[in-house]
């Protein structure tokens, strides 16, 4: 057998400035990758999406001849499509008129219509003076609680308007008039935090909050398109910040949109990695970066028709990205032979809707929409009103209106349509194929394909373990017996366990030496810092998850390897090939601990969970879900739910104590 710890020759890979750290830490200050063990998952994500993202602009080179831009359009589009779960049927719109205004130069009404089955999309729609028809431009706002309804956005609908282009200004799901959680004390939740909170349970589906957003988008220019005023073949798109995410994705996606001009939001992946961070989750496509999806190719999806990149020189989306991304479209519109299809307006501003760009925005739907290149200018005041003045609901709450569902109850009846192919994969006739599902569904690799483990070990019975290059794992070892291992994880840290007798504990209950290791991400390689309201809800390691996901990688997956790994590590260096070990897993470690032993039964004992959800479904039925997107694996409700695997594993061998709820509340055993 090929020796898996590689002992002292490996010392040199852990260089130690004072031996172990303080409060029971073994992990060095910093790490052989660079940096602190809490910013090790950071760093080894952005090294693996800076890889790909190298893979990708190599490929992008070599694409010359107009089939091979037409092969690089239609991939990326079958693979968005894909990625968000494909797009609901159409259904009756049941739009409704239900006011107007006259404004000075242009005139507005107040309007909703079903872009799903009870799922109402509030909009106001901005109409030049005159009978038309008129081209139109569909306008999804940023983030903002108020929604259409704010200044910045009414302010450009009214510019669109008077350069004579209709604007239906509507607000996406979760804002303006589209709330989805009610707030504590009557305060509204963020418009971010409800995107993220809406995507939990579509991830499990293999969708995405985008979903929602760019199939209200399309039934917009769908009602568009069913009125006569509106010239059904001149349709354009505008938005800045989320706005300009929604923008991108639907120019991206729909051929009906002519003109686009998306702001404040485009600036490539590389960009944002290397300051922001990944942003809410309807920004992370699940996969995108993996597969060679940049967001250059938004734009390149969709030439050679026009777009307008606007990015404004002070905004905290990199200005640097944003002309790099302008090069890559500029040069993939000059190989297709239309030059003029891509260009970049840049105001010396910071991120908003500023005066510049609600200007560059109108006058490319002149050109574009109208074939008029005689710019206009803001002229008099604009003069934005109240955003309650701008409600089309006659309370400004879509979820009061009669028959109406909130996107929760969508993805929740959507959940019930894949429930016949999980009886179905839960038969024991068909364990074999849905032992192969699930690995693929969170990424684990076979045994024999996993890297050589390499390891140190520092005395007193502790050890590191290096699950596969860049990845380093915390061990304490608590001997009591030389042939019985248990592995004891702990979602919160192996410290605080060690130092309260808890793990001596096991070791005296059980009779057996228990190894107690913090897998990526937990312990010592947990994200430090005081956590925000939003950590709180979506895990101090959000970005870090996001990152991942954006790869098209689980944490699910990754952790269930490295408890492979660490058997793996324990067989080699008692020189056992045979040798089961026992689990003890809670909270954050439980998921990965049941995919590790369902999936790979011959290395294992008996496993007890603790502080763990019963089901995913969970998450569906859940709104307000705390600290579940760790544990989230993209599509895995498709196929099979965690009782699934805890059939697998059966009664005999698993216990399970402490339930929780998707909330982290305990609930009834």
């Given at each position: 057998?090929?020796?898996?710890?590689?002992?002292?020759?490996?010392?040199?890979?852990?260089?130690?400035?004072?031996?172990?750290?303080?409060?029971?830490?073994?992990?060095?200050?910093?790490?052989?990758?660079?940096?602190?063990?809490?910013?090790?998952?950071?760093?080894?994500?952005?090294?693996?999406?800076?890889?790909?993202?190298?893979?990708?602009?190599?490929?992008?080179?070599?694409?010359?001849?107009?089939?091979?831009?037409?092969?690089?359009?239609?991939?990326r589009k079958a693979f968005f499509l894909k990625q968000i779960g494909g797009l609901p049927e159409r259904t009756p719109l049941n739009a409704k008129v239900t006011g107007t205004m006259e404004g000075d130069g242009y005139r507005v009404e107040k309007l909703y219509f079903e872009s799903q089955p009870g799922l109402h999309v509030t909009a106001n729609l901005y109409l030049p003076l005159g009978k038309g028809p008129f081209p139109a431009v569909i306008h999804p706002t940023g983030h903002s609680n108020t929604g259409k309804g704010r200044d910045l956005y009414q302010m450009a609908s009214i510019t669109i308007a008077r350069g004579g282009c209709a604007a239906l200004c509507y607000d996406p799901i979760a804002q303006g008039e589209r709330q989805q959680i009610p707030g504590p004390e009557g305060k509204l939740f963020a418009s971010t935090s409800q995107h993220s909170l809406i995507n939990q349970g579509l991830v499990l589906l293999g969708s995405n909050t985008s979903r929602i957003m760019i199939w209200d988008g399309m039934r917009a220019i769908d009602y568009l398109q069913s009125r006569p005023d509106i010239m059904k073949g001149k349709i354009g798109c505008t938005g800045i910040s989320g706005?300009?995410?929604?923008?991108?994705?639907?120019?991206?996606?729909?051929?009906?949109?002519?003109?686009?001009?998306?702001?404040?939001?485009?600036?490539?992946?590389?960009?944002?990695?290397?300051?922001?961070?990944?942003?809410?989750?309807?920004?992370?496509?699940?996969?995108?970066?993996?597969?060679?999806?940049?967001?250059?190719?938004?734009?390149?999806?969709?030439?050679?028709?026009?777009?307008?990149?606007?990015?404004?020189?002070?905004?905290?989306?990199?200005?640097?990205?944003?002309?790099?991304?302008?090069?890559?479209?500029?040069?993939f519109a000059t190989r297709q032979g239309f030059p003029e299809r891509v260009n970049l307006v840049e105001p010396d501003t910071e991120h908003g809707f500023p005066p510049e760009m609600r200007l560059a925005a109108a006058n490319w739907m002149r050109r574009w929409l109208l074939d008029l290149d005689e710019p206009i200018r803001e002229e008099g005041e604009l003069n934005p009103l109240a955003p309650e003045e701008m409600f089309a609901t006659p309370n400004g709450k879509v979820l009061d209106l009669e028959g109406a569902r909130s996107a929760f109850e969508i993805t929740q009846a959507w959940c019930e349509t894949f429930e016949a192919s999980r009886k179905e994969n839960a038969k024991p006739a068909n364990r074999e194929g849905l032992l192969k599902k699930v690995r693929a569904l969170i990424g684990a690799r076979e045994l024999e394909d996993l890297p050589d483990i390499a390891g140190e070990e520092l005395g007193d019975d502790q050890f590191i373990l290096e699950s596969e290059p860049g990845i380093s794992l915390p061990v304490h070892l608590v001997r009591n017996s030389k042939t019985e291992y248990t592995i004891y994880l702990n979602g919160a840290g192996s410290a605080a366990a060690i130092a309260a007798g808890d793990v001596e504990a096991l070791?005296?209950?059980?009779?057996?030496?228990?190894?107690?290791?913090?897998?990526?991400?937990?312990?010592?390689?947990?994200?430090?810092?005081?956590?925000?309201?939003?950590?709180?809800?979506?895990?101090?390691?959000?970005?870090?998850?996001?990152?991942?996901?954006?790869?098209?990688?689980?944490?699910?997956?990754?952790?269930?390897?490295?408890?492979?790994?660490?058997?793996?590590?324990?067989?080699?260096?008692?020189?056992?090939?045979?040798?089961?070990?026992?689990?003890?897993?809670?909270?954050?470690?439980?998921?990965?601990?049941?995919?590790?032993?369902?999936?790979?039964?011959?290395?294992?004992?008996?496993?007890?969970?603790?502080?763990?959800?019963?089901?995913?479904?969970?998450?569906?039925?859940?709104?307000?879900?705390?600290?579940?997107?760790?544990?989230?694996?993209?599509?895995?409700?498709?196929?099979?739910?965690?009782?699934?695997?805890?059939?697998?594993?059966?009664?005999?061998?698993?216990?399970?104590?402490?339930?929780?709820?998707?909330?982290?509340?305990?609930?009834?055993?």
């Amino acid at each position: 057998m090929k020796s898996l710890l590689r002992g002292a020759a490996l010392a040199l890979l852990f260089p130690f400035q004072s031996g172990v750290c303080e409060d029971d830490a073994i992990l060095p200050t910093t790490l052989p990758s660079g940096g602190p063990p809490s910013e090790m998952m950071a760093r080894w994500l952005k090294a693996e999406a800076f890889a790909a993202l190298d893979r990708r602009t190599e490929a992008l080179e070599m694409v010359k001849s107009p089939e091979e831009m037409e092969k690089w359009q239609e991939e990326r589009k079958a693979f968005f499509l894909k990625q968000i779960g494909g797009l609901p049927e159409r259904t009756p719109l049941n739009a409704k008129v239900t006011g107007t205004m006259e404004g000075d130069g242009y005139r507005v009404e107040k309007l909703y219509f079903e872009s799903q089955p009870g799922l109402h999309v509030t909009a106001n729609l901005y109409l030049p003076l005159g009978k038309g028809p008129f081209p139109a431009v569909i306008h999804p706002t940023g983030h903002s609680n108020t929604g259409k309804g704010r200044d910045l956005y009414q302010m450009a609908s009214i510019t669109i308007a008077r350069g004579g282009c209709a604007a239906l200004c509507y607000d996406p799901i979760a804002q303006g008039e589209r709330q989805q959680i009610p707030g504590p004390e009557g305060k509204l939740f963020a418009s971010t935090s409800q995107h993220s909170l809406i995507n939990q349970g579509l991830v499990l589906l293999g969708s995405n909050t985008s979903r929602i957003m760019i199939w209200d988008g399309m039934r917009a220019i769908d009602y568009l398109q069913s009125r006569p005023d509106i010239m059904k073949g001149k349709i354009g798109c505008t938005g800045i910040s989320g706005g300009g995410t929604n923008t991108s994705y639907l120019m991206a996606l729909d051929d009906r949109i002519v003109a686009a001009a998306p702001g404040c939001y485009l600036t490539g992946f590389r960009s944002l990695l290397s300051t922001l961070g990944p942003q809410d989750a309807e920004q992370n496509v699940h996969g995108q970066i993996g597969f060679g999806m940049d967001q250059a190719d938004y734009v390149l999806m969709r030439l050679p028709k026009p777009t307008l990149i606007m990015a404004a020189t002070e905004d905290y989306f990199g200005i640097e990205g944003a002309w790099d991304l302008f090069r890559q479209g500029k040069r993939f519109a000059t190989r297709q032979g239309f030059p003029e299809r891509v260009n970049l307006v840049e105001p010396d501003t910071e991120h908003g809707f500023p005066p510049e760009m609600r200007l560059a925005a109108a006058n490319w739907m002149r050109r574009w929409l109208l074939d008029l290149d005689e710019p206009i200018r803001e002229e008099g005041e604009l003069n934005p009103l109240a955003p309650e003045e701008m409600f089309a609901t006659p309370n400004g709450k879509v979820l009061d209106l009669e028959g109406a569902r909130s996107a929760f109850e969508i993805t929740q009846a959507w959940c019930e349509t894949f429930e016949a192919s999980r009886k179905e994969n839960a038969k024991p006739a068909n364990r074999e194929g849905l032992l192969k599902k699930v690995r693929a569904l969170i990424g684990a690799r076979e045994l024999e394909d996993l890297p050589d483990i390499a390891g140190e070990e520092l005395g007193d019975d502790q050890f590191i373990l290096e699950s596969e290059p860049g990845i380093s794992l915390p061990v304490h070892l608590v001997r009591n017996s030389k042939t019985e291992y248990t592995i004891y994880l702990n979602g919160a840290g192996s410290a605080a366990a060690i130092a309260a007798g808890d793990v001596e504990a096991l070791a005296e209950d059980t009779g057996n030496s228990v190894m107690a290791v913090d897998l990526r991400g937990l312990g010592e390689t947990s994200v430090a810092g005081k956590p925000s309201g939003f950590d709180k809800a979506f895990g101090r390691d959000w970005k870090d998850t996001s990152t991942a996901s954006l790869l098209g990688k689980s944490y699910v997956g990754m952790r269930t390897e490295d408890i492979w790994q660490v058997v793996r590590a324990l067989r080699a260096k008692t020189g056992t090939d045979d040798l089961k070990v026992n689990v003890v897993a809670i909270r954050e470690a439980a998921i990965p601990a049941l995919h590790a032993v369902a999936l790979e039964p011959d290395l294992f004992g008996t496993v007890r969970i603790s502080h763990a959800i019963d089901s995913w479904k969970d998450v569906v039925n859940t709104r307000q879900v705390r600290n579940q997107q760790p544990n989230l694996v993209f599509g895995a409700l498709r196929d099979y739910d965690l009782p699934m695997l805890r059939e697998v594993i059966g009664k005999e061998r698993l216990t399970v104590e402490n339930p929780v709820g998707a909330d982290w509340m305990p609930v009834a055993n």
